[in-house]
């Protein structure tokens, strides 16, 4: 349900990056979700045709303000469709998540972290319902991720989960992100957990996945990391930038790889790492492929990422 080519033209309008404009296949969602209809948001989800669609799409569902009402609605008038009940958890990690903010730790209150928490608990009730009466349904057990980093019930506990989700879908991409998280410094992992990580999923993934935009996502975690003497040497390095483009040509530069829903996201984390590095010719077919499409996550690291993006953007393009 893709685009039927991976190139746009940029416009020069500015950045887009509202997902709806980017897939107009995403749009009777949007609709269904502002309208409250239950039986609208059923008869999408069921017309999808894969689980890798069906997160994406709760992943957007679950950031519309006020769809928890009529899927608790649909919740309670359906026990035992997991349907719903996924999608609820989904929102509520959303509620509980912006309550607490992309801060970091020590950035957040104790009140945000005791509301936070209680949000991602009610998610985490309806998740374990849901995996245990259903325990191949993999949207479910993609959320438990966020539950569980949340909560913060450790490395095992997320490698866990990420296994029981890799033994019905494997190369599940949502998935795979939210584990590179968890693995990485910020929520108790290390950097050769992360890399690795990242590393492995772009190796055994069919040529032409996006797995490989994780070992980007890797590199760019990394460099937030350093302190400022060290970010650019870091990024500017041959070995993330080898890494990089071999990550670009296994995935979203293979001539096996098909656009699909993530499309947005993954070319925009490979144009800003190598952006990062300065290597604007690599950039250059990334822009391209985007036009005037961006997702805000990860170019919202830089202060003032549209003005940066406008900037990388046409030096980038300069190079075609």
Known sequence: MGRSSGTTTATGTGPITDPFVHDPALVPLRTAALEGDWAATRAFFTGLDSPEKVTFASGLLARR????????????????????????ADRYVRIGWDIRSAARAKDVSREQFDRFH??????ERLLIEVCAEQPGYAPAWTIRLLTARGLELGQSEARRRYDR??????????????????LCP????????????AQECATRAPNGSYAGVLVADAHIEHWLDLDSSEDAAYMRGIPVRDDLRHAAQVSVLHPDHRPGWHETAAHSTFALAFCLGGHFADAARHFAALGDRVTEFPWAYLPNWKSRYAKFRDTALATL
């Open 118 to 123: 209680d949000w991602l608990r009610k998610a």
């Open 165 to 182: 989700l890799s033994a019905v879908q494997p190369h599940a991409y949502r998935a795979q992100t939210l584990l590179l998280q968890q």
């Open 186 to 197: 910020k929520w108790g992992g290390s950097w050769d957990a992360a890399h690795g990580f």
């Open 65 to 88: 303000h006020g769809v928890e009402t009529y899927l608790e609605e649909a919740a309670a008038a359906l026990p035992a469709d997991p349907l719903p009940r996924t999608l609820l």
